[in-house]
Structures are given as structure tokens and as C-alpha cells.
């Protein structure tokens, strides 16, 4: 009976730690292994002035959701600001493990000003930014061991400001950009890495390398 209980308290200390695993962390050594992808990808959360028609406007936060979206649960990468208020206007660098399989961008808010009291938000949603079970959005997808880059995150100022994926343009740039990234993780040097956009139709502008991957 002790043998008994001690293996199913054993067994129920560890499930948090298995359930909080299958969603996207942090890369670091004790997080990586083989079985699971990194994605790296950057984002501007500072406010440009001005922006469109505004006075001003700051990328707040955006979502990707692993396929297939249940709006009860799933697994989510949730990426929200540092600060509403004192952020560079500069892009931020992001790397995180995650579970292999299709992402879905599912959320995204845009913070838009005429003035510090005339305040509002653009946002898209699961349900403006998945039709009839389609992501109008975009998607990336990854399989296991593999580490790849999907874009830089920031805003569009044109008549209406809105979530925008930029890119490293070329090849060059982007083994420049691959140095910097194993330098910061070192326990990546061996590991190939490639050039694999978000795909969207209405977020951003199509971009490939013809040779992709940084060995």
C-alpha cells in the first residue's frame, strides 16, 4: 500500500510539469531537445508617430495557436508587450520551443491614438481571422528538431494601421543574423536552422532564400 501511494503521488507531482511542457517556452539548454521545434522571430512593440490617419499606435500583443483551434483549450503562444508605455521603438528578439505542427495566428491588437483621451484598438480574432475554418491570417508550420525563422513583427502605417511580418532580406543578412543568434545560444551551434516565413496573403509579402538553411 506505501509502494502504492508513493507511485501516485509520484505520478500526480509530476503532471503539472507535463502539462505546462507541451506549451511554448523559452529556449534555453534544459528546455531543447530533438523532439521538439524553436522557432525565432522578432517583434516591435514601440509606437510609431505618426501612424496612418493617427497620432499614434503600438503593436500590444498577438497569438499563434497550434491546429486544430478549440476555443475551450489548446496550445497557444501568447506574446504581449513589455510595457504600454516605455518601449523602444526597435525590434525585440523571441526564440521558443514548441510542440511540432501547424500554428495559426489567432489574435493581434493594435493600440491606435488621435489624441491621449480619443483611444481605441484594432484587433483581430479567432473569428475574423479564421473563415469558415480557414486562417485568412496566416499559418507556420515545424516539425520536430527543426529551428526556423519566421519573420519580424511590427506594424504597417498605411490609411489604417495594422500587424505587419517583415523579413531579413538575403542571404547574407540572414548568416549574419544566424552568428548573432547562436552566439546568445551556444548550445545551438551544431543545429541547422532555416529560413521559413509565416505564411500569409494579407499580413505581409511573400519571400524565399533559394538556399534556406544556415547548417
Known sequence: M????????TMFGLLPSLVLSAEPVSLDEETYNKNVGVIILQVNWGRTWPCGQF????????????????????????????????VRNEFLPYAYVVQPGEYILTEFDVKVARSVKNVMHIKGTKENLIKEGK????????????VIYIGHFGLD??????????YIDGRAEFESYIEGFREKYPFMEEVPVEFRLFSTKTLGLP??????TVE
Open 55 to 86: 497620432e499614434n499606435a503600438q503593436l500590444q500583443a498577438l497569438t499563434f495557436s497550434k491546429a486544430p483551434i478549440n476555443k475551450q483549450e489548446g496550445i497557444s503562444l501568447e506574446l504581449v508587450t513589455p510595457s504600454r508605455l516605455f
Open 157 to 166: 502605417c498605411g490609411a489604417e494601421p495594422f500587424l505587419w511580418r517583415r
Open 135 to 146: 486562417p485568412v491570417g496566416g499559418t507556420f508550420n515545424i516539425n520536430a528538431g527543426e
Open 2 to 9: 506505501y509502494k502504492l501511494a508513493l507511485t501516485l503521488i
Open 207 to 212: 519571400y524565399y532564400l533559394d538556399e534556406p
